[in-house]
């Protein structure tokens, strides 16, 4: 079983870089608001389906769900509302890459908390080696765009995914509470959350054609709803910096699907680059021993 998670990691590393490129047709037709919220309420239908199919309860203790609400706040609502308004000016691809920043705030974050210690010099050198190969995909010093509050907004999505991934690694994984559960309450959170923001741009009218109903469907049911049950089970699996690791990988899957489908910038630089971030995950991701049984317990329900 130990090719298992390597599957996991690449089905959710599809998934979660396709993201960017369904946000950006929906943006054709909605607000950021209205794309953030769609994919809000339909990942949270999805998963209490889900959830309902499988016999699963939703958690029913207050001390959960005030975590919920908080690891909903950073994990699903902010970063998600951010890369809406973001890819307002920046293409899908770049996006991808930006997010890729995840894993060195995870670590970062890791450190300052105290669930990464020792950090080994093999996973060190991956996290800088992917930095590097999405510096190099990024190439900053070639074009003074895009910058500005698009960009910064996409960053803070990605620090804002690390805080999440390690406050749910902390008080909501391994704690007795099954994944489908607790990824299905935390979108249901995520979407009173967010429907709070309508006022700010999400009750305008809008005309949906097939192609953005298409995108908005796959966004919330596929990318978000399936997505975000599979980061639950890989921080359960393999802990909060090492799922987070996967964001390296997305780079290669927003950029090649933002050159097939929208006819953005694909070259040899670009490609050498998401080679570079490849070997660079495959260090991070490099264990001395297994994790504990529990957590593999509570990854399988």
Request: hydrophobic share 55%; aromatic share 8%; net charge positive.
């Amino acid at each position: 079983m130990k090719g298992w998670p390597w599957v996991r990691v690449g089905t959710l590393a599809l998934l979660w870089g396709s993201t960017f490129l369904w946000i950006e047709l929906a943006l054709e037709a909605l607000s950021p608001v209205q794309v953030t919220l769609s994919r809000c309420v339909l990942g949270s239908v999805t998963l209490l389906l889900a959830c309902l199919g499988s016999g699963r309860r939703l958690p029913g203790d207050r001390v959960t769900w005030g975590h919920v609400v908080v690891a909903a706040f950073f994990c699903n609502a902010l970063p998600f509302a951010m890369f809406s308004f973001g890819q307002q000016t920046i293409a899908s691809g770049v996006a991808g890459v930006l997010n890729a920043t995840t894993p060195l705030w995870s670590l970062v974050i890791g450190v300052i908390i105290g669930t990464e210690r020792g950090v080994r010099p093999v996973r060190l050198a991956g996290l800088l080696l992917g930095f590097a190969g999405v510096v190099l995909i990024f190439a900053p010093w070639r074009t003074t765009g895009p910058v500005g509050w698009g960009a910064l907004a996409i960053v803070a999505a990605a620090a804002s995914y690390a805080v999440g991934f390690a406050y749910m690694g902390r008080h909501l994984v391994g704690k007795g509470t099954p994944t489908i559960s607790l990824s299905a309450a935390q979108l249901l959170a995520a979407t009173g959350l967010t429907a709070l923001t309508l006022p700010a741009g999400g009750l305008a009218p809008v005309t949906v054609g097939p192609v953005t109903l298409a995108a908005v469907v796959i966004l919330g049911v596929v990318a978000t709803g399936v997505t975000f049950h599979l980061t639950y089970r890989s921080i359960a699996a393999e802990g909060a910096t090492n799922t987070a690791a996967i964001g390296y990988l997305l780079p290669v899957v927003s950029v090649a699907l933002g050159a097939a489908v929208l006819d953005e910038d694909l070259g040899l630089r670009v490609v050498v680059g998401m080679a570079i971030v490849l070997v660079g995950v495959a260090l991070t991701r490099r264990r001395t021993r297994e994790p504990a049984a529990p957590r593999h317990e509570e990854a399988r329900r």
